[in-house]
């Protein structure tokens, strides 16, 4: 009995890191239901039953409709120029 426990509890940590590893790749802070049905699709049944929970509860699932911009180089003003990196460089050869 004790050993079930250990191999559920261990299964367990494997996917709630996994789920955090998807969600951190979409570049999310949020676990989505996505990330969920994506941890659980070595094992299709236990996929379908999550999907289908998923959808009695009324959490869409699929991409997100909104999609962010990037900002342009000139838009950042974050943004290094460049030929100050080749000037610094420079000055430090001839010091």
Known sequence: MTALATLTFDYAEVLAED????????K???VTVDDVL?????NPS?????????KE?????GPSTTKRKR????????AADPDED??????FIDS
Do not use: C, P
């Open 19 to 26: 789920v955090l590893q998807f969600a951190k790749h979409a």
């Open 28 to 30: 999310r802070s949020t």
């Open 38 to 42: 994506l941890a659980a699709r070595r």
């Open 46 to 54: 236990v996929q379908g039953l999550l999907a289908e929970k998923a």
């Open 57 to 61: 509860l009324g959490i869409e699932s």
């Open 71 to 78: 900002k342009s180089k000139a838009q950042d003003s974050t």
């Open 86 to 91: 080749v000037r610094e460089l420079q000055d």
